[in-house]
């Protein structure tokens, strides 16, 4: 698996019982705590590695810093978040690489291993399959709240940021029990441009029922209060470059709740609609905060409808 289809990592087959799954990301920082940030950033480049399928193994640290600008102290707590983060997800933390530089940015490039007759890619979905997310959607527009100070940090950190620092570890191992057609997490593309990909790599429509989106507190509020991304519009206009219809009432806030950029978001699980029900009772048995059929897979052209 390389760069033919939209995938989350690189899959190169090792041997018959064993692949090799490679994958790098590294972001700003969504929050101005160090701790959190390096927390969020190591769950958000080891997220790729359980979309696939698969296992991280090890990680390597990638590193920009203004050294000359800010403590070295702040330095080293986000890169004991990440540390701490890895050795969650049961990895080893091997190395990495750090360069000078006028804003800080970090994440990791991961390596894992997956059986090859496993890999699981987001562009194997079947028409009549049921869409599972495991996040809720929405926190692009919070941390922007944040920084301007539509909303106070203390309940980001107390109703958002352990969700999004969660590892979907226990989300995958859980779905892997059942018939998983395909698989994404949900990222900087938001949740409409994420089942864009789907559409395309299956070559079908994809509809979502607004209704059943699980989105986190206060997110709704802040596009109220006239907060939003730089990635919004982007999005938008990525989604319109196929079909997209809303066949909903939505305001012009709950539409843009669709095109918000996550970090760290939740995967998005694509199995037939007859395992769905069992599937989400198996996540929330496990300890997965949200599970929450979205949508379906329909034989229709590639394409977005929201209901």
């Not at 800010?70 to 750090?98: F, S, Y």
């Not at 089942?195 to 709704?220: H, M, Q, R, T, W």
């Amino acid at each position: 698996m390389g760069i033919e289809t939209a995938d989350d990592a690189a899959v190169y087959k090792l041997s018959d019982g064993m692949a090799m799954i490679n994958t790098v990301d590294f972001i700003t920082p969504p929050v101005d705590d160090p701790y959190w940030f390096g927390q969020i950033a190591a769950a958000n480049s080891i997220s790729d590695i359980y979309s696939m399928g698969g296992k991280p193994l090890t990680a390597l640290n990638v590193v920009m810093f203004p050294s000359k600008i800010l403590d070295m102290g702040i330095l080293h707590d986000i890169l004991r978040g990440g540390h701490d983060k890895v050795v969650e997800a049961g990895a080893c933390l091997v190395g990495g690489h750090t360069v000078d530089d006028e804003e800080p940015k970090y994440g990791l490039c991961v390596n894992g291993i997956v059986d090859p007759n496993r890999v699981i890619t987001n562009a194997g979905s079947k028409p009549g399959d049921a869409l599972v997310l495991t996040k809720p959607i929405g926190s692009g527009v919070l941390f922007n709240a944040v920084r301007s100070g539509k909303l106070p940090f203390k309940d980001l950190e107390k109703d958002v940021l352990p969700l999004v620092a969660s590892l979907n570890d226990i989300a995958m191992a859980a779905a892997l029990k059942f018939n998983v057609h395909a698989c994404t997490d949900i990222t900087g593309f938001g949740i409409l441009g994420h089942l864009l990909e789907i559409s395309l790599g299956c070559n079908a429509g994809v509809v979502v029922d607004f209704k059943a989106l699980p989105i986190y507190p206060y997110a709704l509020e802040m596009y109220n209060k006239g907060e939003t991304t730089g990635s919004n519009k982007g999005n938008r206009q990525m989604v319109n470059t196929s079909s997209f219809e809303i066949q909903t009432a939505l305001s012009e806030q709950e539409e843009e709740l669709l095109f918000d950029p996550q970090t760290s978001g939740g995967l998005l699980l694509s199995v037939p609609d007859s395992q769905s029900g069992d599937l989400i009772k198996s996540l929330k048995t496990a300890g997965v905060a949200v599970a929450e059929k979205i949508g379906y897979v329909v034989a229709e052209p590639v394409g977005i409808t929201v209901v």
